[in-house]
């Protein structure tokens, strides 16, 4: 059976896993989806084999383990190695796309490598990656077998974090479709540009506020309102699947740039136009260091020129 690009079989299907499914083909075997997605979380920074952790062992030791938001852990082949408590999936993707109109998140988890990056929009051609034993797994095979555990954890995500059956999607009987929400450059509008990976949108102005989705790198959004709240810089954004919030820039950070409207640019360079063409026009004769009497009262930086 082709399950993501390769063939697999179902090695626990969602009404016993609950979550997810699992499908396990040849190791590194390539893995791609049907349809379209943007790529919004990679992790792919652990090593198979040498890194995978043999859930029993885990499930055993974990409090022993823990550190903080991190596993201090000890893998298959006796390797120390930390993991966050997050990444315990091992190497993965984390794709967004629609059906419908619906919006849904689905991840794929253990592989040996990644091959995409945070922003991407993959499709059907797109090799996201291979197939491996990152992260926790299980298995009858010896340990030292370096394809102990191999397989593709695959779930599916509403925007509400209900787990839904992946089967129909794996297998490419539906697809997801990525339909971008940000609106086209429009240099007659001020607009920002995200350069974070990812930001909520808020329904209001504050952080407490209720999460309504999140923008993703490099997408443009039209500026219909700015407010300064709790050390934000908060802007109201639609986007063009009609979800109308805030998106915040911590002050100081650089998570959104604000792209100036076309006249306002040029305005600004007309006015450092006039600044140099003051040259040509006026001479400077004394420039006040400092408040004080003099023929004419002069305030600090206040220049005096003389018209040619
Ligand atoms: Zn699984």
Known sequence: MMILG???????DFSSHKTAEDYSGNHLSEIKI???AKVVRVVNHYLPHEDSLNYDSFVKNQYQWKDGDYYNCISITGKSIRYHKD?????CVVLSGYVDGVHYYYGLYHMAKVNVNVGDIVNQDTILGYQGNTGLVASRKAL???TYGTHVHMELIDDSNNYLNPRDYALGNKR???????NERNEN???IHILADKINIRESFSKTSKDLGDVYKDETYDILEVKDNEGYTWYKIKTSTNITGYVANLVN???IEVLKKKEQEQEEKEDEQEES???SKYILLYKAEKTDIYYIRLKENEELYLKK
């Open 277 to 279: 063409n003051l040259d």
């Open 34 to 36: 049907t349809g379209s």
């Open 253 to 255: 950070e650089n998570w």
């Open 189 to 191: 509008m001020d607009q």
């Open 6 to 12: 390769s063939e697999r079989v179902v090695t626990n």
């Open 87 to 91: 990444e315990l999936g091992g190497n």
């Open 144 to 146: 030292s077998d370096v």
């Open 176 to 182: 997801i479709e990525w339909v971008s929400q940000g």
